[in-house]
């Protein structure tokens, strides 16, 4: 079954069992699909693509628990966590730190020298795997070396 598919169903789950949360960040979700749709100028999305907008929400997300956090309002912090959780079930699991170095260094092994090229080929090859601040970190420390 497909991501979006999935999707669909558990929103429709959802409403039946009044879990006004998970509706609310589900519908959220359709509605970010639905723009991608009409900016693409085309019927469906992938689920790599579906990924992205999932890993994008995620990200604003985590910014806002940050500024929350810093903030003092806790309960909005938790609020955001709550719907970071919801968003989170959709995510194919991240590779793991040592996988990405691996990744790094076949990368800089192959002669990409410098942190942009190195940076947008990993990124490339893990194709939304990988969480960029660490692929980041990596490559300066394999390319400080």
């Given at each position: 079954m497909s991501l979006w598919k999935n999707i669909e169903q558990d929103l429709i789950q959802a409403l039946k069992n009044k879990e006004q949360l998970k509706v609310s960040v589900l519908r959220m979700l359709k509605s970010a699909v639905q723009n991608q749709l009409i900016?693409?100028?085309?019927?469906?999305l992938s689920d790599q693509?579906?990924?992205v907008l999932i890993?994008?929400?995620?990200k604003k997300r985590q910014d806002s628990i940050t500024a929350f956090t810093q903030a003092g309002r806790d309960e909005l912090?938790?609020?955001e966590q709550a719907e970071?959780?919801?968003l989170s079930v959709?995510?194919?699991a991240m590779l793991l730190e040592e996988e990405l170095g691996q990744i790094v260094t076949k990368v800089i092994e192959t002669g990409a020298n410098n942190f942009g090229q190195v940076m947008k080929e990993v990124m490339?090859?893990?194709?939304?795997?990988?969480?960029?601040q660490l692929v980041q970190k990596l490559v300066k420390?394999?390319?400080?070396k």
């Open positions: 900016a693409d100028k085309v019927k469906e693509d579906i990924i890993r994008k929400e995620l912090a938790q609020n970071a959780d919801i959709y995510m194919p490339a090859q893990t194709k939304g795997l990988a969480d960029g420390e394999k390319l400080d």
